[in-house]
């Protein structure tokens, strides 16, 4: 640190962060006086001990909201589709806006799972867990929708291909079946890396569980792991191969997602942006639902030492990255209505600012193009809380673009006899609310009953995980005289 | 090994978990580099069944016990190759197949849309590749479990508080009665030369 001048202890909160531009200084990636024993403790205390109140309290929530999910799809159910608000015009509606929104929510646990991983992003190790879990819980969301939006749901199982007395197979040459195969086979990859994962952290539990059901539940779930170093070795490998297959899976299921618009006719939908617009709407969506849920977590748990400023401003740095990607795939797609000179295309694009669903369209810009700039600002990186508030935008502002591409193209289509507007019946809100309480319901007991962060990987990226001949040159230690509370991971918030 | 434990009074030292044969002989290290050179020392000697336990994988243990590359890679390219036979073998049935003459249950269906071919590669790619990319990712989960030989629901070792640890905060190397250079005494010894923290063996 010779040649570059870090800021004296008494400035540190007022910095942006304690490293100028340059690689070899950083914050460390776990704060606090931390050991081995320390971090067990504090992610083993939260399944084995402490539980905060907060925890109830939105537990509470979580069920209201879920049970609102069980009322609206027993309706559904017993009295059929028709309680949507889907119509002629507009026949994909609520269910497929929330599906693509669901979906696009997982993509940001997987990027942070395998291609950070990839790309040797150590401090995904502090997130990466509970963006893995936030992964499957928005992929079982999703699969709600398509699996009532086929009508009738006990017969939802034709969708597998498999010999019948029907003799009837599925259209493999369908986008919506390719649908079948990417969610399906997204879902089987990020549960298998999640729970793989998990073993160590599971056996972690095991061992240190008082109680003898949490030794018998943690035990069997963690099939007899004991750190053995020929297990290790093995695992890092599984974890690089599952990783390198969890990329391209990743980038496939939004593009297939997307090819279920590009692939028809459709103006508004049949655009060739559409495959790489997805995965990055996506990734910034999920990156917001990400921060959505790890600022609040980190509180509540008392994990800021191992969820430090770091990791919220990166993910918010790449939130505003992919948001840029997202803005610029608005603008090209105006473009190419003006220069396709196509008469429908140029309608439909006139027709998102300005037409009946104006109010949708400019909801969506102010959430997902405006609202993220704010992150170019320093202040605003500082502040976890302001951080949150982007974060919300793009949540509501990721639901409205889907919304905005699947109404506006849908409700004035080629035939102004056709024509017809879109309205929500009571049944589609509380579906779309209730699914929330799925998520968070899966969610809260993910975080009381299982390692929240991945211990192991936490472990890996401190300085004790090196042997003398690997000497951990990069990171910053606070000097001696700094405040405790600024050694803590209270240095921005 | 039929060696008797109580019996033998230089063993005293070495506190014991139960009192049955000898099943290990565990050593407990504190930190990362002491056990890398404790195992660089246990490989050197010659020992075949030991291992190294602990909370993290170490980097460049592999080397530091003389360990072979797995052949995990290979068990996940050949599930990837019956993947992606089995998605284009299921597409090419489903939809571009009539054989006369067996139950049409299992009889594929000639779909012909907007007439495009009836097979064509491309349109059915997508579907090729997620069954490639799910064979491959179960291949590559229940290859770690078998060369892991997991599950192992009982494991003599974790009668031993201390080997608990070996999940959360400490190091121990563990060297199995079932070697063939296992003796007690020189073993025992041997261990304790490489100056660990805690000496402890282990009974079935």
Redesign the interface.
Known sequence: MSSLSLPAASEMPTQLDLQPNDPNQRVPLVLGEH???TV?DLVTDIPLQRTPTMWYVAMAGALSLLSLLFVTVGYLVTTGVGVWGNNNAVSWGFPIINFVFWVGIGHAGTLISAILFLLRQNWRTGINRFAEAMTIFAVCCAGIFPGLHVGRIWLTYWLA?Y???L???????S?L??DV??V??YA??SL??WY?GMI?DL??L???AKSRTAQLLY??FS????????????????YL??AA??T??VL?VHS?VS?DFATSQLPGWHSTIFPPYFVAGAVFGGFAMVLTLSIPAREWFGLRDLITHRHIENMAKIMLGTGMIVAYAYSIEFFTAWYSQQHYEQFVFMNRPLGPFAWAFWTMFICNVVAPQAIWFPWVRKNVWAIFIVAMFVNVGMWFERFVIVVTSLHQDFLPSSWAVFAPTWVDLGMFAGSFGLFFTLFLLFCKFLPMVA??EV??VMP?????E?PVKFDYQPSSDTPPELRRGHWFT | MTQSTAADPQDEAIPMVGDGQPYALLAEFESVAEVIRAAEQVRDAGYLVWDVHSPIPIHNINHAMGLRPTILPWITLAHGIVGAAFGFLLTWWMNATTVPGISSSVQGYEFLISGKPIYSLPANIPIIFETTILFAAIGTVLGLLGLNKLPMLYNPLTRSRRFLRATADRFLIVIEAEDAQFDLKTTGDFLRSLQPTALELVTE
């Open positions: 050991d081995f024993t067990t291909p010999p019948n007395e003799a009837m197979w599925p259209q493999a040459r986008p079946l390719w195969f990417a399906g086979t089987t990859v298998l890396f793989m160590p056996a972690t095991r061992d240190r035990g069997v099939l007899g792991w004991t750190g053995s170093s020929r297990h290790w070795t093995r695992f890092e490998r599984a191969l599952l297959l969890a391209p899976l496939s297939v090819f211990i192991a472990k890996t004790q995980a090196h042997a003398d690997h």
